[in-house]
Each structure stands twice: as structure tokens, then as C-alpha cells.
């Protein structure tokens, strides 16, 4: 199965939740005996300040959420927020599980505006809770385990704007500049693609243009208009570059890809695509038709799908 986004980051939480549970429930056990002595708190926070790493603040909360301590940053500074009311923060209103620690959902922070979480553990004495001792975390300052999440190379379809599918049969396909000249224009996209550098294009049919990056300077993207995309020698404009070893797309497969994207450009006047992208590094291309809906796969299932495929979604 696939891995999700969610997934992904479930283990990055679970590294984290490893991280502070025990020192959380050590600070929530000294909290215990000051329950009601806002000094006596504000000292225990202090120091255990080195034994919750990279928190941003550090505070005790009653049971309604009002906070009975001062709060205490990493530098130590104490800022005088009793009685300052987190009844209403987005981790007051989850579940806290029976064994008493909370690592909350990622949350905007409502004073930085920054993605922040907050981890809470219940103080407790023979069974009744007491208060929780809050820990505030900007998401920026939290070191994880690295590694981007790898979106699952598999066909997905994402339906777009609801008007513009309410309104699909009334409007038809109008010729683009583009349209009149395919074959040179998709020609001259495959040429800088296998031998200039070009490593991902969005085509879009109906505006007749193209937006390109290039691996020699991949920050930054080039827009050929109808004109370049009718002029072989743009291409001159670019260096020769070798096909990156590592594209999970081979360099054979360029043509086909474009071949059946014209295909679908010319399908049907009503159902037609309106724009499409390629990237050679992940293997994918995606598509955008004429009712606004969406379609991702990989490029050596985008290509073996026949025509009926695309007409039966349509329909």
C-alpha cells in the first residue's frame, strides 16, 4: 500500500511524542506538591528547562484551561501570564489520551503566527487531575529525523471548480495557435527535453504557451510562447545537455508522451485538454481538461492507456 502524507508525518509525530513524553511526566510529577503556588511552579519549570529540548515555553494550566504559572522560555525568561485563559487554543479541545500525555495537532500559534504544537501532561494525584503542564513547540525549532516525503506514483484524479463543470457543454474547443502548429511545436518541447536540459514543462494548449525549468539553472523558469513553440531555432537558445542518468523517465518515452497528449487535445470539441505537465525526475506527468478536472499518473501508464479510458471518464 501507498504510503500518505499522513503517514509520513504520524511518524515523524511519534518521534517526537518519544522524545518528551518522559521528561514531560517527570516535570508534571515535581508540579504535583505546587498545585496552587504560582512561584513554586514557575521554579519547577525553570529547572527543567534543560530537560524538554527545544521548547519554546513552558507553562502549568488548571483544569479550565486558565493558566496558574508564570511562563518560562528557553533563555529563562519569565513572562507574568497568570491568569492568562488557553481555554480556547486548538489543543484544549482534543481528546487527552488515558495515559495522560497530549502531543497536539499542528496548529497556527495565535500570537507568532507561526505552525506550532503543543505537548500536555496531566499532574495528577490519586486519580484526579490537578492541571497539565503545557509545552509549546515552533515547528521551525523542531530537529526531525531528515527526509522529504515522496508523493506515491500513482493515477489520481482531482475534480476541479464545480462551476466550470456545471458548464462543460456549453463551450467547445476554440483552435489555439498552438493547435495549428502541434507537430513542430511538440518536436521542438521533445529537443529540449532529451538533448537541452529541460527536465519539466507545463504545455498549456489552450493559451498556447509553455513554462520550462532547466537542470543547469532549475530555480528559475522560462516561458516560450506560441511564436518560440513555432521556431526550431529556439532551441539554440539553449545548450546541449546530456539526459540526466537518474530521470525516472527515459528519454524514448518523450515522444510518445507528447504524441498522446495532442491525442487528447484533439479527442472531442467538448471534453479536451487544456494543459498538461511532464517531469522527467518523478516520473509523472498530469493533465487538465476542459471540465477542470485533473488527472496524475505515471508516464508508462499515461501512455498505455487507450482512448477510451479518457472518453469513458469524460462521460
Sequence with gaps: MATTWKDHIYRKREELAAMLHVPMAALA?????????????????????????????????????????????????????????LSGRPFMREAMPPWGFLLSDAYVHPVTHHPSLTALHLIRSEGTTLGYVGAEFDLRNIPLA????????????????????????????????????MEQALSILEEL????????????????????????????????????????????????????????IPASSIQPILERMSDLRWADDVFYLRSASINIYNGMVSLTFSCDGSHYMPYDEFVTRKMSFWLGIAA
Excluded at 60 to 82: F, K, M, N, R
Excluded at 196 to 215: N, P, Y
Design 146 to 181: 531528515p527526509g522529504f516525503y515522496d508523493e506515491p506514483a500513482q493515477w489520481q484524479q482531482i475534480k476541479g471548480d464545480p462551476s466550470i463543470r456545471g458548464t462543460v457543454f456549453q463551450q467547445c474547443r476554440v483552435e489555439s495557435p498552438l493547435d495549428r502548429n
Design 29 to 85: 510529577h515535581t508540579c504535583l506538591d505546587a498545585i496552587g503556588d504560582r512561584e513554586g511552579l514557575t521554579a519547577r519549570l525553570a529547572a527543567a528547562r534543560a530537560d524538554i529540548p527545544h521548547f519554546a515555553q513552558l507553562y502549568v494550566l488548571g483544569t479550565d484551561g486558565v493558566q496558574i504559572s508564570d511562563s518560562v522560555d528557553a533563555e529563562g525568561v519569565v513572562s507574568p501570564d497568570q491568569g492568562r485563559d
Design 193 to 248: 527535453m532529451t538533448d537541452r536540459g529541460m527536465f519539466q514543462g507545463v504545455i498549456h494548449f489552450s493559451s498556447s504557451r509553455a513554462t520550462v525549468w532547466f537542470v543547469d539553472d532549475p530555480y528559475r523558469y522560462r516561458m516560450l510562447d506560441h511564436e518560440a513553440l513555432g521556431d526550431p531555432d529556439i532551441c539554440l537558445a539553449y545548450p546541449r545537455s546530456p539526459y540526466p542518468a537518474e530521470a525516472l
